[in-house]
């Protein structure tokens, strides 16, 4: 088990940076995810902790050891991809034992390394089967096992569970995640998906543009975002654009109101739907706001709001006895009392 370290991380291509001084520290046992869209580096730095790609600038340390110059077999970093890449023509035990064997371990240790790592993803009896007599997540937790299978000191997955379709997603992720707490290994992993980075993870990383954009757990993240991108991308968000001006924000279709936020000029403000107060009526600090489309979730309802010629928001209400579900058209009354606000 070991810490791992990324100082001053960069990956040019040519003029472009695919990575800009990206600085991370994973704790040891930490299971570290590495959120962003597509392009942001996210790749690029797993690949470079793995060894497949060189870094430009910056260092990588494993355990506190400099592994920057070292190649990927001499890291002891195990590895699974999307595509889960198992070999066709052997059988789940020849798969998992193939990187045992490349690196010279003795054969009377590789069986049984090779069951114990199939048992820790309780595919132990499966073992003679070929991959392609396998669904697709069984597949996945082939590959996890010939990860697992080296001892690894940190496990890096890139999107492990795209391929799988949503239901065995959402089985597949709880899978892993309790066998990396149970197993106490170091963890960083690679998606898109907001959802299963926020379910998986002990502290998100947000990248954009190839740079760390914040770091924290779910809950920084959600009620701190340090920017618009991440207050878009970590939760919803609705934003209004205006000015901040003696303490009244205004908007160029016309919305005005108080606004206590220590910034002046031009700013944006991002509203949570699931923090917004909607009433009948006007209460302190409420707009008015007409119905524009209304989103039946069942238990959830999103209420699209058109509070000026230029300005929407969503506000989300819950479906229960009592609560207002406003009709398409009406006027309502909204309130955010809790809303960030970023210079824009
Ligand atoms: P995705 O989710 O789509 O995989 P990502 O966040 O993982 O995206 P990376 O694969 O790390 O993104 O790529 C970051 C940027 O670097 C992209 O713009 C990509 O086009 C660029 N890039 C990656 N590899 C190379 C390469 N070998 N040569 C040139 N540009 C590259």
């Known amino acids: 088990m070991a810490g791992l370290q990324l100082h001053g991380l960069t990956k040019r291509y040519g003029d472009f940076h695919a990575t800009q001084n990206v600085e991370l520290e994973v704790k040891e046992g930490e299971f570290l995810v590495l959120l962003g869209p597509s392009g942001c580096g996210k790749t690029t730095t797993l690949r470079m902790i793995a060894g497949f790609v060189d870094p430009t600038e910056g260092s990588i340390r494993i355990g506190g050891k400099d592994v920057t110059t070292l190649p990927p077999w001499k890291r002891n970093t195990g590895l699974v991809f999307q595509n889960y890449a198992l070999f066709p023509h052997m059988t789940v ?5 193939f990187g045992l064997e490349m690196r010279g371990i003795a054969k009377r240790e590789i069986a049984p390394r090779v069951q114990d790592a199939l048992e820790l993803v309780q595919l132990g009896h499966l073992a003679d089967r070929y991959p392609r007599q396998m669904s697709g997540g069984q597949q996945q937790r082939v590959a996890l096992a010939r990860a697992l299978v080296f001892r690894p000191d940190v496990l890096l997955l890139d999107e492990p569970l795209s391929n799988l379709d949503a239901k065995l997603r959402h089985e597949v992720r709880i899978e892993i995640r309790a066998l990396q707490q149970r197993l106490g290994i170091t963890a960083v992993m690679v998606t898109h998906d907001q959802e299963e980075a926020l379910t998986m993870a002990d502290r ?3 990248m954009s543009d190839g740079q760390v954009r914040q770091v924290g757990s779910q809950r920084d993240l959600y009620e701190r975002p340090a920017s618009r991108f991440v207050a878009g991308f970590v939760g919803r968000s609705s934003f209004l654009e205006g000015e901040i001006r003696d303490g009244r924000f205004t908007t ?7 606004c206590d936020k220590p910034i002046r000029g031009p700013a944006v403000i991002a509203l949570r739907p699931e923090r917004m107060t909607v009433a009948a009526q006007p209460h302190p600090g409420s707009v008015p706001g ?5 989103s039946y979730m069942g238990g959830l309802i999103d209420l699209h709001l058109r509070l000026s010629p230029t300005d929407l928001v969503v506000a989300q209400v819950s479906n229960r006895e009592g609560s207002l579900i406003p009709e398409l058209g009406d006027t309502v009354h909204v309130s955010w009392p809790d809303a960030t606000a970023f210079p824009a």
């Open 252 to 258: 160029p279709g016309g919305l005005t109101l108080p």
């Open 290 to 294: 007409e119905v524009e489309f209304v």
């Open 204 to 206: 998100l990383v947000v």
């Open 93 to 97: 035990a020849q798969n998992v034992a």
